[in-house]
């Protein structure tokens, strides 16, 4: 999600140092003390609450309820076959049909890693997912991810197989991106597709970020305010727009395809990163002469913000 840094001072127990997002006031929550080296732990699905199953529940039927014609057909129609709406997953079990699906699996993590473990994983096809579930007084915003989040938003389009290979090109992609500069880059590609991402449909727009499709009211937004930007996805462009990550978005990136971003990332985009040195950045919300801008979006079926 947005930039991070690790905080070595807050290391715990014997596991690895905790992290957060930028200076952050808090610690992070999650037990790094037993996170292995490559940032993953164990998920104890037994120690779940009761309060906890029953407050995912209500997550998810409040969330779903807002998605009919708003959400991609990707993600609907994989959501449902997950069969996850009654209690909190169980990781190990999901990581069965996920492997069958498109040979990625999920792992535990304490919470928000850095960005190194982050991009290794994902290289390996192992989607890294926060243990913990929200407070209940984070039912409707949350700042961090939590299981939530992760799970509902994520897991999904990771049963879609050009979407699972493009998650494992930026896996890749980030690996190699070690001067900081890169960093940015990328994590502007991430925001504004896996996080915040609008795909082109006969039907018209529909949403596939994960941010979106977890948040309570910023599908209908991402869609239909007047407000936002919704611009043709190009991957120039998006690496040098900046976001925001305390409100809803300015701008909505546009993909025709899963194929039409699995096929900007796949090739070696490193050198890009010389050219978008020299490029201006826009802010977000900005837009410029040869933006493809999507006007007039079709009102979908539901009007529940
Ligand atoms: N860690 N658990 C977790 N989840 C994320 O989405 C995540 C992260 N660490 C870094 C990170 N995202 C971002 O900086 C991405 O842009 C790479
Ligand atoms: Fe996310």
């Not at 991609?72 to 209690?87: K, N, P, T, V, Y």
């Not at 929200?134 to 949350?142: K, P, T």
């Not at 299981?147 to 290979?165: R, Y």
């Not at 991402?222 to 040098?240: A, E, Q």
Request: hydrophobic letters at 35%; aromatic letters at 14%.
């Amino acid at each position: 999600m947005s930039t991070a840094k690790t905080s070595p001072s807050q290391k715990l127990g014997s596991g690895v140092p905790a992290y957060s997002y930028g200076a952050s006031l808090r610690p992070p929550r999650g037990n790094y003390s037993i996170a292995q080296a490559d940032y993953t732990c164990e998920q104890v699905w037994e120690a779940y609450s009761h309060a906890e199953h029953d407050r995912y529940r209500r997550l998810y039927k409040d969330r779903i309820a807002k998605l009919p014609g708003l959400a991609c057909e990707a993600f609907i129609s994989s959501l449902a076959a997950l069969d996850a709406s009654e209690q909190i997953p169980n990781l190990k079990q999901v990581s069965g049909n996920l492997r069958n699906a498109t040979a990625w699996e999920l792992v535990g993590v304490p919470g928000l890693i850095p960005e190194t473990a982050f991009f290794k994983l994902l290289s390996e096809r192992r989607f890294p997912i926060t243990t913990w579930l929200r407070e209940e007084a984070e039912f409707n915003y949350i700042v961090e991810p939590d299981i939530f989040h992760d799970f509902f938003g994520h897991v999904p389009l990771l049963f879609n197989p050009v979407f699972a290979d493009y998650m494992q090109a930026y896996g890749r992609g980030g690996l190699k991106a070690d001067r900081l500069q890169a960093l940015e880059y990328l994590a502007r590609l991430y925001w504004y597709t896996v996080e915040f991402g609008l795909i082109n449909t006969p039907q018209g727009l529909r949403i596939y970020g994960a941010g979106i499709l977890s948040s309570g009211s910023e599908p209908y937004y991402s869609l239909f305010d007047p407000k936002p930007k919704r611009i043709g996805f190009d991957l120039k462009r998006v690496m040098s727009t900046r976001y925001r990550i305390d409100d809803f978005q300015n701008t909505y990136f546009v993909i025709d395809s899963f194929d039409q971003l699995f096929e900007a990332t796949a090739p070696d985009f490193t050198h890009l990163y010389t050219q978008l040195a020299q490029l201006p950045t826009f802010s977000a919300g900005e837009i410029t002469k040869t933006d493809k801008i999507f006007h007039n979006n079709v009102e979908g079926p539901s009007k529940k913000g």
